[in-house]
């Protein structure tokens, strides 16, 4: 098994540019997961699919970011217009649709936006 | 609304010394799942544990030992004859009956030689 990829390992960007992150689950997952680290707040949740249909965003910081889920095997976090405080890790992260599952975790998008 | 809050920002031990890392929730759920993370300096989110809320037994591996009472909405984390690569930040985290997974802000842990 592969686990959780995620792409771009690191980008650096400069602020008003769009900003596009990108994640393959596990195969079989039927969660998946948004969140990004910063030093201030920790590991917050942005937002969460089940079977490709969002479920909760209310942890999206403003309209700038939205996600996708176009099918089972790929999901996008995408930032436009960036700005630099919107420099952080994010990580991805898929689960078996039984509850008991542990979070699976990508290695994360360190992002920079100067 | 779910709630994760590890009160410790950052704990520095001597090597070989016992250290608790504390974790309280808040949830009016009653079937949850509570879970500890460590992210090493690589940055990478290691499982550590997994425990739901009928189980209140604690849980001993090897060094890592893991305290669960409902009682008082807390999840600590022992880690015994603390060892240099035990540095990292640890995270705790509560998954709801909406399956939601939030986590703590977690607490860094400085293990000194």
Not at chain 1, 12 to 38: A, N
Not at chain 2, 68 to 92: G, L, P, R
Request: charged share 25%; proline share 4%; glycine share 6%.
């Amino acid at each position: 098994d592969a686990g959780v990829i995620q792409s771009p390992r690191h980008e650096v960007t400069e602020m008003g540019q769009e900003v596009t992150l990108r994640c393959k689950p596990i195969s079989g997952h039927d969660y998946l997961f948004w969140y990004r680290q910063t030093m201030m707040r920790g590991l917050e949740l942005l937002i969460y699919f089940n079977n490709n249909v969002p479920i909760d965003d209310s942890g999206m910081p403003e309209d700038r970011f939205s996600a996708k889920m176009p099918n089972a095997s790929f999901s996008t976090l995408k930032i436009q217009p960036s700005e630099p405080r919107d420099s952080a890790v994010y990580f991805c992260a898929s689960s078996d649709r039984d509850r008991r599952e542990k979070l699976f975790f990508g290695s994360g998008t360190q992002l920079s936006v100067l | 609304a779910q709630k994760v809050t590890q009160a410790q920002t950052e704990i520095s031990v001597v090597e070989k010394e016992d250290v608790t890392l504390d974790c309280v929730y808040e949830t009016r759920d009653t079937t949850y799942y509570l879970f500890w993370y460590k992210q090493p300096p690589s940055g990478e989110l290691v499982f550590l544990i997994r425990r739901n809320s009928f189980d209140e037994q604690n849980e001993i591996s090897g060094r890592y030992s893991w305290n669960f009472q409902k009682s008082t909405s807390s999840f600590n984390f022992t880690i015994t004859a603390s060892q240099v690569v035990d540095s990292a930040v640890y995270f705790c985290a509560l998954r709801g009956r909406d399956d939601k997974i939030i986590f703590g802000k977690g607490t860094r842990l400085h293990i000194l030689p």
